[in-house]
C-alpha cells in the first residue's frame, strides 16, 4: 500500500495568492482529515470527512480555508488569500472503518510558505 | 524578531536504556488511546494503541501502560536505539464517538549515543 499521499511537498507563495494543497488518502479508508502543524500550535485539526462529507469544521481557521473531497480516493485544502500566519505544515490523514477510525495514517505532510 | 513556540520537555536517554514517556490526557470520558511517533520531516506515525478496558499492551519493545483513575498514559520503549530519536505524541478519542482524535504537545526523545 502506498500509503497516504499529499502533494506538493513544499510550496512557497506569496501573500494573497490562493493555495491548494491535495491528498490521495489508503484506499477503502472512510475517514480523511486535515491538520495543520505549528510549532505555536502544535498539531491542530482543521475538518474532517467521513465517506466524502465533512463531519467537522470547526477547526478552520477562517473563512479563507476551505476543504473538498469530491471523491473517495482524493480530497483538497485551498487558502485563498494565504497569509503569511498560515505558514505551516499541513497533515493529511486517513482512517478505516467504524472500528479502527481513530487509528489514523498520516501523510508526509505539505511545508507551506507564505512570504 | 523571534517567534515564541512550544516548549515541548525532552528526554535524553543513553543508548540501550529504556525510555519512558508519559502523558496526562483530558478526558474521562475517552476510551481509545494512541502513541505517535513523528520523525524530523515526516508525518506522524502510529506507534501503538489501548483501550481503556486494559491496562498495559504490549508490541514490539514497546508497552503502553493506562491508568485512567489518574488519566496518565505512558509509553515505555525498551533498549533504546539512535533511530528512535523523535517527537512522541499521545491521543485520545474524547467523547462522542466522533472519529477525531486530541493529541497532546508532545515529548522530544533524544537518544545519545
Known amino acids: 500500500d502506498a500509503g497516504v499521499i499529499q502533494s506538493p511537498r513544499h510550496e512557497v507563495t506569496e501573500m494573497g495568492q490562493e493555495v491548494t494543497l491535495r491528498c490521495k488518502p489508503i484506499?477503502?479508508?472512510?475517514?480523511l482529515f486535515w491538520y495543520r502543524q505549528t510549532m505555536m500550535r502544535g498539531l491542530e485539526l482543521l475538518i474532517y470527512?467521513?465517506?466524502?462529507?465533512?463531519?467537522?469544521d470547526s477547526g478552520m481557521p477562517e473563512d479563507r480555508f476551505s476543504a473538498k473531497m469530491p471523491n473517495a480516493s482524493f480530497s483538497t485544502l485551498k487558502i485563498q488569500p494565504s497569509e503569511p500566519r498560515d505558514s505551516a505544515v499541513y497533515f493529511c490523514?486517513?482512517?478505516?472503518?467504524?472500528?479502527?477510525?481513530?487509528?489514523?495514517?498520516f501523510g508526509p505532510g505539505t511545508r507551506l510558505t507564505v512570504t | 524578531g523571534e517567534s515564541v513556540g512550544l516548549h515541548l520537555p525532552t528526554l535524553s536517554v543513553q543508548e540501550g536504556d529504556n525510555s519512558i514517556i508519559n502523558c496526562a490526557y483530558s478526558?474521562?470520558?475517552?476510551?481509545?488511546f494512541i502513541w505517535y511517533k513523528q520523525e524530523s520531516g515526516k508525518g506522524p506515525q502510529f506507534i501503538i494503541d489501548?483501550?481503556?478496558?486494559?491496562d498495559k499492551r504490549q508490541g514490539q519493545r514497546v508497552t503502553v501502560l493506562l491508568n485512567k483513575t489518574v488519566k496518565h498514559l505512558s509509553l515505555q520503549i525498551a533498549a533504546t536505539q539512535p533511530g528512535d530519536s523523535a517527537v512522541y505524541f499521545c491521543a485520545e478519542n474524547g467523547s462522542g464517538n466522533t472519529g477525531k482524535l486530541i493529541f497532546g504537545q508532545g515529548t522530544t526523545l533524544q537518544v545519545k549515543p
Open positions: 484506499s477503502g479508508h472512510d475517514y
Open positions: 489501548i483501550r481503556s478496558n486494559m
Open positions: 490523514a486517513s482512517s478505516r472503518g467504524q472500528t479502527r477510525k481513530y487509528e489514523q495514517y
Open positions: 470527512f467521513n465517506n466524502n462529507v465533512p463531519i467537522d
Open positions: 478526558n474521562s470520558a475517552s476510551d481509545y
